[in-house]
């Protein structure tokens, strides 16, 4: 049993970061800062259980959608004419283990089968079980660089292409990736940081009453799951119909020149290096117009998602603090 997603106490912004990119995948994932205990994987594997099953095809070892983009397996079929049928796969979270090898991140050739039958077969990778589903990296800053790069390469361009012993491969990698870390434990390159769509920051809660809540819960889930499951059910619908709501609405958010002209005000502010936070700001802010039932990109919208867009991207200078937003939020109240 799972713990409901709208039952965690406080921690909005983690629960935001993630639900915005269900909304819209395309913002690159989020990176979630914090202690250790704090939810962050609970929070994960909790949204993923409220979503609603993905229509897939059946077989199909990449979870390919009917509509496709295909594997080289699916696209041969649909090629060839033939029937394809269709299974609903419930949304999972695929983990990814410090240590893992380039082969078990992007598959590789079946060796075994090779020599038993001679046959050429692509063994799936975390990748292909990734696809259209949440890929969780905890402690993404103890990864080696080079098994990073693979990662966000593969989520910025939604496809993983594998070419070894004479055969080449590819299946799509749309995921939805999920890193946490720890500053204290070590940090990543700005450069890799830079790729993560969203940056949100998870603390212990240190209010009283909000931790005796938090124990409460806990112990009723514990004692009786099916129970408590039930009295957070009419919750839980809500928001699963309020998200499917937002993904349905999501192409029609009209996006105003005034949204434009106040996303790059923030930005020039700061002097970001590139256009990735642009980018990704204005992504999250029409992701969260759509989570609010509203068909424009407000002011207000930019300003609330921009802190998890830029926070990460901030230029330091040594030894200063590594998520100084100081600067970001005195702009922002000039807005």
């Known amino acids: 049993m799972i713990f409901p997603f709208t039952a965690i106490v406080d921690q909005e912004e983690?629960?935001?970061?993630?639900?915005?990119?269900?909304i819209d995948p395309t913002i690159g994932g989020v990176l979630i800062m914090g202690e250790k205990g704090t939810a962050k994987s609970t929070a994960v594997r909790a949204l993923a259980d409220l979503l609603p099953?993905?229509?897939?095809?059946?077989?199909?070892?990449?979870?390919?959608?009917?509509?496709?983009?295909?594997?080289?397996?699916?696209?041969?079929?649909?090629?060839?004419?033939?029937?394809?049928?269709?299974?609903?796969?419930?949304?999972?979270?695929?983990?990814?283990?410090?240590?893992?090898?380039?082969?078990?991140?992007?598959?590789t050739l079946d060796v075994e089968?090779?020599?038993?039958?001679?046959?050429?077969?692509?063994?799936?990778?975390?990748?292909?079980?990734?696809?259209?589903?949440?890929?969780?990296?905890?402690?993404?800053?103890?990864?080696?660089?080079?098994?990073?790069d693979l990662l966000l390469d593969s989520a910025a361009m939604g496809v993983n292409i594998v070419e070894r012993e004479g055969i080449s491969f590819s299946h799509p990698a749309r995921f939805i990736l999920v890193g946490t870390m720890n500053p204290?434990?070590?940090?990543?390159?700005?450069?890799?940081l830079d790729r993560f769509g969203l940056c949100v920051v998870v603390n212990a809660?240190?209010?009283?009453?909000?931790?005796v809540e938090i124990l409460k819960r806990k112990k009723s889930f514990d004692d009786d799951p099916h129970g408590f499951l039930s009295q957070w059910e009419k919750e839980q619908e809500a928001l699963r119909q309020k998200i499917s709501k937002a993904k349905n609405i999501l192409g029609s958010v009209r996006v105003t020149e005034e949204a434009y002209n106040t996303v790059v005000?923030?930005?020039?502010?700061?002097?970001?290096?590139?256009?990735?936070?642009?980018?990704?700001m204005?992504?999250?802010?029409?992701?969260?117009?759509?989570?609010?039932?509203?068909?424009?990109?407000?002011?207000?919208?930019?300003?609330?998602?921009?802190?998890f867009a830029l926070r990460h991207r901030l230029k330091r200078l040594p030894f200063e603090d590594p998520v100084n937003v100081d600067s970001l939020l005195t702009i922002l109240d000039k807005i």
């Open 205 to 211: 809660l240190r209010e009283k009453h909000l931790r």
């Open 14 to 22: 983690m629960k935001l970061g993630l639900i915005l990119n269900v």
């Open 53 to 107: 099953h993905l229509d897939s095809i059946k077989g199909c070892p990449f979870g390919c959608a009917p509509e496709g983009p295909f594997c080289n397996y699916c696209a041969e079929k649909v090629k060839d004419g033939q029937s394809i049928e269709i299974e609903k796969k419930k949304m999972k979270v695929v983990e990814l283990p410090l240590g893992v090898t380039e082969d078990r991140l992007v598959g």
């Open 265 to 280: 005000e923030i930005t020039s502010s700061l002097s970001l290096d590139g256009h990735r936070g642009d980018i990704v």
């Open 282 to 307: 204005l992504k999250a802010s029409r992701a969260l117009s759509a989570f609010e039932g509203k068909d424009e990109v407000t002011k207000e919208h930019i300003k609330k998602v921009a802190p």
């Open 184 to 192: 204290e434990e070590g940090e990543l390159r700005p450069q890799l």
């Open 113 to 148: 089968q090779a020599i038993k039958t001679g046959e050429k077969r692509f063994e799936p990778g975390i990748l292909a079980e990734a696809n259209r589903n949440f890929l969780y990296v905890d402690e993404v800053n103890l990864l080696e660089d080079h098994i990073v």
